[in-house]
């Protein structure tokens, strides 16, 4: 059955900080690996979207990495802003139809 | 500009009602779909239509009905409203297939609440 599974369910840094969210899956065959960020009462929006070959992507202070033999991805968000406040959710395809979302992390960053 | 626009974005209505919500997007997309997030936040799948043509039908009751008029337009209508189709529906639209590695664009989401 494919899964995808993320931790920490929930996440409170300080503003600055950095912080690193895990998501491991078991999804096959594997297709795609993309992070979404969702904001309370919106729809979530891409932030980075990575294939089998690919093991680092960046999109400004989100760094996303993937390691396709153990089926595991982190995002990393640098100097984190009041405005990461939001949902992370990682979500993986199996070929061309199946895409299954994580739960999500939820973030809060605090002044 | 909004990329994909659903409405009505908040609805309440009681249980055993029919009622529709509405999807556009403007980004010549050739695939749109309809997701489901429960209390809990977890996104589920729930139809994917390409080109007018469905090609994702996940388990759902058959009181939902998706409508694709045209590929730029998704509609879901829910007959016979249960407390349990509480939740925020969310229409989605992506150039090809979704799992294929392009990116899917979200709209706000609609919150259906029924008591």
């Known amino acids: 059955k494919n899964q995808v599974e993320q931790s920490p369910q929930s996440l409170i840094i300080l503003e600055g900080k950095n912080c690193t969210l895990q998501?491991?899956?078991?999804?096959?065959?594997?297709?795609?690996l993309r992070w979404y960020k969702q904001d309370t009462g919106r729809g979530p929006v891409s932030l980075t979207i990575?294939?089998?070959?690919?093991n680092t992507k960046s999109n400004g202070r989100y760094t996303a990495t993937l390691d396709a033999d153990t089926k595991q991805s982190s995002l990393h968000i640098t100097a984190s802003q009041l405005s990461d406040s939001a949902s992370y959710i990682c979500v993986v395809s199996a070929g061309y139809q199946k895409v299954t979302f994580g739960i999500g992390t939820k973030l809060q960053v605090i002044p | 500009d909004t990329a994909v626009s659903q409405t009505p974005k908040y609805l309440v209505t009681q249980m055993g009602n029919d009622k529709s919500i509405k999807c556009e997007q403007n980004l010549g997309h050739d695939t749109m779909y309809w997701y489901k997030q429960d209390s809990k936040k977890f996104l589920k799948i729930m139809f994917s239509y390409n080109n007018k043509e469905l090609i994702i039908n996940e388990t759902v009751p058959n009181r939902f009905s998706p409508k694709s008029p045209d590929k730029a337009h998704l509609n879901l209508h829910i007959n016979s409203l249960e407390l349990g189709d509480s939740a925020v529906y969310f229409c989605?639209?992506?150039?090809?297939?979704?799992?294929?590695?392009?990116?899917?664009?979200f709209g706000e989401g609609s919150w259906l609440t029924v008591v």
């Open positions: 990575m294939t089998f070959s690919e």
């Open positions: 989605a639209s992506s150039r090809g297939r979704g799992g294929s590695g392009n990116t899917i664009y």
């Open positions: 998501c491991n899956y078991t999804v096959s065959p594997f297709s795609n």
